[in-house]
């Protein structure tokens, strides 16, 4: 069974940089084939796709985030982290990691953290 | 980057009638890297098709896809009370992006 859970800061100010956590169980990010994403959604508002890291440690972003953008994978706590620096109001979201179907879906989500950017 | 345009915007339907939602590329896109979700409310996103066609685990067979190339369909057969909610379709393109529409809702008339 798969599941995932995101953790985090719920407010932090403009200019600082966000840290959210994904914690998995149920499948192996050193297996063949597995990736994780993370995946936003600002209040009443789309998904939008930020980032995703496979099993051998390559990794994609989205083009409009890419320079404020880092994800990074602890194998061994079963763990992807998302950082994301000079957070501003507009980042206001709810924040979701997910498992990556082999075809390219995201299959399992987490429940996601909502995080807000205020002064 | 491939934009996704979802329409209508919004979708009126009663329960029991046959929902038909639409999905464009702006670019083709390969049908194995088309998905739908189905968002209800505070929750998070559920996958509902994959591949553009294919059902994943659990979900009732009146919900199919459609559609190749820059075109593509979700349909759902008979409407129940729950599927009136919001639906996104999600691509994996040769940029090796993802990129998802900007969804439907699907509102009781």
């Known amino acids: 069974q798969i599941t995932l859970k995101e953790s985090g800061p719920t407010l932090v100010k403009p200019t600082q940089t966000l840290t959210l956590t994904c914690t998995f169980s149920g499948f192996s990010l050193s297996t063949s084939g597995v990736a994780v994403g993370w995946i936003r959604q600002p209040p009443g508002k789309a998904l939008e796709w930020l980032a995703l890291?496979?099993?051998?440690?390559?990794?994609r972003y989205s083009p409009s985030l890419k320079s404020r953008l880092t994800i990074t994978k602890d194998t061994s706590k079963n763990q992807v982290v998302l950082t994301m620096t000079n957070m501003d109001p507009v980042d206001t979201a709810t924040y979701y990691c997910?498992?990556?179907?082999?075809?390219?879906?995201?299959?399992?989500w987490g429940q996601g953290t909502m995080v807000t950017v205020s002064s | 980057e491939i934009v996704l345009t979802q329409s209508p915007g919004t979708l009126s339907l009663s329960p029991g009638e046959r929902a038909t939602l639409s999905c464009r590329a702006s670019q083709s896109v390969s049908s194995s890297y088309l998905a739908w979700y189905q968002q209800k409310p505070g929750q998070a996103p559920r996958l509902l098709i994959y591949?553009?066609?294919s059902r994943a685990t659990g979900i009732p067979d009146r919900f199919s896809g459609s559609g190749s190339g820059t075109d593509f369909t979700l349909t759902i057969s008979r409407l129940e009370p729950e599927d009136f909610v919001v639906y996104y379709c999600q691509q994996y393109g040769s940029s090796l992006r993802y990129t998802f529409g900007q969804g439907t809702k699907l509102e009781i008339k």
């Open positions: 997910a498992h990556r179907h082999p075809l390219n879906a995201f299959d399992f």
């Open positions: 591949g553009a066609s």
């Open positions: 890291i496979y099993w051998d440690d390559d990794k």
